[in-house]
C-alpha cells in the first residue's frame, strides 16, 4: 500500500512554455500533499503544501504564480509550472501523507525530471 | 539554518557489516522522524520511523535509535547488503506538519 504516482516521469519543453505534473496517490486518500524540488547532489527542498479544496502553502522564495499548485480532490494534485525557464530545470517530487493513529508518514511519488530548453 | 543536518556525506561499508547513519537535529519541537533511502532519478522510498516517545523501533536489518537529550538520531543497518546502496536521508517533523530533511549521507556497500 501508500503508492504514490507522478506523471510524467520525464519532461523536455522550451522556454516560455508551461509544463502540468500530475501527482496522485493510488490506493490511499491524502488531505495533504507536498511539492518537493531537489538540485543535484541536494537535499529535498519543500516548494509548497498543497491541501484539498484550499489554496497551497508556499514556502519563503517560492513564488506561488511560477509554480501553481491545484488539489482537486483527495487524490490528485498537480503543479504547473508556468513560463519555464532553464533554471527552472530541476527534479520535482510529490508527497502524500497517509495518518497513521497520530502521526503523517509522507510517501513520495518517483519524481519528475524537468528540462527547459 | 539547517534544523536537520547529517555530517557525513558518504559512508563506505563492508558486505555484512553494520551501516550506521547518523542525524542531529535542533529542533526540539520535532516529535517525529523518519528514514527515506533515494536512488538517483527517484523518489525517496520511506524505510523506518520513529515517535519521539520512543527511543528505538526495530524492523527487520533496521533499527532507528532515538536519543531525546543529545537531539541526535541513527539508522542501523545490519547485515548490510549491495542493494543498500543509495543516498539515505533523515527527516523529523512537528505534529503533522512539514518534513525537515538532512542533507543526505551516501552509503556504498562493498562486496
Known amino acids: 500500500g501508500a503508492v504514490v504516482s507522478q506523471h510524467p516521469s520525464r519532461v523536455i519543453c522550451k522556454s516560455g512554455t508551461s509544463v502540468k505534473i500530475e501527482c496522485r496517490s493510488l490506493?490511499?486518500?491524502?488531505?495533504?500533499m507536498f511539492w518537493y524540488r531537489q538540485f543535484p547532489k541536494q537535499s529535498l527542498m519543500l516548494m509548497a503544501t498543497?491541501?484539498?479544496?484550499?489554496?497551497?502553502?508556499?514556502e519563503q522564495g517560492v513564488e506561488k504564480d511560477k509554480f501553481l499548485i491545484n488539489h482537486a480532490s483527495l487524490t490528485l494534485s498537480t503543479l504547473t509550472v508556468t513560463s519555464a525557464h532553464p533554471e527552472d530545470s530541476s527534479f520535482y517530487i510529490c508527497?502524500?501523507?497517509?495518518?497513521?493513529?497520530?502521526?503523517?508518514?509522507?510517501?513520495f511519488g518517483p519524481g519528475t525530471r524537468l528540462t527547459v530548453l | 539554518d539547517q534544523q536537520v543536518k547529517q555530517n557525513s556525506p558518504s559512508l563506505s561499508v563492508q558486505e555484512g557489516r553494520i551501516s550506521i547513519l547518523n542525524c542531529d537535529y535542533t529542533n526540539s519541537m520535532f516529535d517525529y522522524f523518519l528514514w527515506y533511502k533515494k536512488y538517483p532519478a527517484e523518489g525517496p522510498t520511506f524505510l523506518i520511523s520513529?515517535?519521539?516517545?520512543?527511543d528505538k523501533n526495530e524492523d527487520g536489518r533496521f533499527t532507528v535509535f532515538l536519543n531525546k537529550s543529545a537531539k541526535h538520531l541513527s539508522l542501523h543497518i545490519v547485515p548490510s547488503q549491495p542493494g543498500d546502496s543509495a543516498v539515505y536521508f533523515c527527516a523529523a517533523s512537528e505534529g503533522a506538519q512539514k518534513l525537515v530533511f538532512g542533507q543526505g549521507t551516501r552509503l556504498t556497500i562493498n562486496p
Open positions: 490506493d490511499f486518500q491524502a488531505t495533504t
Open positions: 508527497s502524500a501523507g497517509l495518518r497513521d493513529s497520530s502521526t503523517d508518514t509522507q510517501y
Open positions: 520513529i515517535s519521539s516517545i520512543k
Open positions: 498543497s491541501n484539498e479544496g484550499s489554496k497551497a502553502t508556499y
